[in-house]
């Protein structure tokens, strides 16, 4: 007798909680007619599941229900879990402008699950120096106002006869006291960093991998970019200084995918024992933390906390095997930006092609922006001028192939 397959029906409401003690409900009695909107009050809506939004990965929507396209592990696979590599797809909202700024969301995603399949979701707000990180739903916390908020819906499958499948995302945003964190200088580590090879892969945000492709990678989906955007770019620069890269955060791992090791322990995903900046896989092959196993259960053969595209690898860095290299995680500061359209982008000791290149800029990366200075008039991608910027560490880079920039103003040098 052919066995019934096991299925579950999900239904998860998440109060997203900011500090203790903060009011987080709507006033119960009507303002006067007169009055300004009530910040508290929320604002609810319903992610259309049945949109391609272009950046989606290996999803469709499949009567009445999103469901990956492919359930089977193979070129679409993350890491290998000790059970076996999984399948993964990704759906990706259009941002939701928002009435008023919000301060935390509640999320409730109804859907089915089976046989090793799973479901999460996640969002992340906007806010004038830029998108915060992704959270999961039952982590989500705007610790400022955010103008905008977006969804992402991961499924994973564990093999062909798993189900994972989502009829439903509603999310409801809303506002309650909270202390805004001042913008701090961006979190900088040194890591040992391994180069990922594999082209003609596909990375977790959907790039397909080029020979000499420039992007990175960190063991976790908090800082995963969408595909073609550089929201959240890392600096990386050899441990001496002398050549550094700007790359967006393209794909997840090495060893671990739930492993923000930047983050400090209230927020930090898993291993909040281990000291913020220190990756658990570090931790587990010099110290054999964990059993000297990540989160897989799978032993653990070098540090590893940052994996790199070849191009950064040897035309960025010009490194030639994996070393230690110092990373900076540069969504977590402050101030203006400038967004790489037309890259590598080689970063001069002055404002002129004659000056040395001490590195590269990625297609797509947002580099952080100091002041800008006069010097050699370029035609480039965008426009042709002679306005140069100089980037934090003192590197400059021309105006004419940067697509846009954001974050605040940029004075004269």
């Known amino acids: 007798m052919a066995c019934a397959r096991r299925r579950t029906l999900v239904a998860l409401t998440t109060l997203l909680a900011v500090a ?41 929507w499949r009567s009445g229900r999103l469901r990956l396209v492919d359930p089977r592990p193979g070129a679409r696979t993350r890491p290998a879990a000790a059970g076996g590599p999984v399948a993964e797809g990704i759906l990706l909202s259009a941002p939701r402008a928002l009435d008023r ?45 955010v103008t905008r908020v977006q969804a ?17 995302l509603t999310l409801t945003a809303d506002r309650v006291a909270a202390t805004a964190a001042q913008p701090a200088a961006a979190r900088t580590y040194r890591v040992y960093a391994t180069r990922i090879g594999l082209v003609g892969g596909v990375t977790a945000n959907g790039h397909t991998v080029a020979t000499r492709d420039h992007f990175a990678a960190l063991p976790t989906r908090r800082g995963l970019s969408p595909r073609d955007t550089g929201d959240y770019t890392v600096k990386v620069c050899t441990t001496s200084g002398s050549r550094c890269e700007y790359a967006p955060v393209w794909d997840v791992g090495p060893w671990n ?102 590195g590269l800029a990625a297609t797509h990366a947002h580099v952080p922006v100091q002041c800008y200075v006069t010097g050699q008039r370029i035609a480039g991608t965008y426009r042709t001028t002679t306005r140069w910027y100089r980037l934090v560490g003192g590197t400059y880079v021309s105006h004419a192939y940067l697509s846009s920039v954001y974050g ?5 040098c």
């Open 101 to 145: 700024p919000a301060t935390r969301v509640r999320a409730r995603l109804a859907a089915r699950t089976a046989d090793g399949g799973g479901v999460t979701a996640q969002v992340r707000g906007w806010r004038a120096r830029g998108w915060t990180e992704w959270r999961d739903a039952t982590e989500a916390v705007f610790d400022q106002p």
């Open 257 to 358: 995918t739930r492993d923000d090791w930047w983050n400090p322990a209230a927020v930090r995903e898993n291993w909040k024992d281990l000291p913020q900046g220190l990756p658990e896989a570090q931790a587990a092959y010099q110290n054999g933390y964990n059993g000297g196993r990540d989160q897989f259960g799978r032993t653990v053969r070098n540090p590893a906390g940052l994996d790199l595209a070849d191009g950064t690898f040897w035309d960025g860095l010009r490194l030639r095997d994996n070393a230690w290299v110092d990373v900076t995680l540069l969504w977590t500061g402050g101030g203006a930006r400038a967004v790489v359209g037309s890259g590598p982008l080689n970063l001069r000791t002055g404002a002129s092609t004659a000056y040395a290149s001490r």
């Open 20 to 60: 203790a003690g903060l009011p987080g409900s709507p006033a119960t009695a009507a303002p006067p007619p007169a009055a300004a909107p009530d910040p508290a009050a929320a604002e609810r809506w319903t992610v259309d599941l049945a949109v391609r939004g272009g950046d989606d990965v290996n999803v469709a």
């Open 152 to 168: 992402r819906v991961v499924l994973t499958t564990r093999d062909a006869t798993s189900e994972a499948a989502v009829t439903n």
């Open 408 to 412: 605040g103003t940029v004075p004269r």
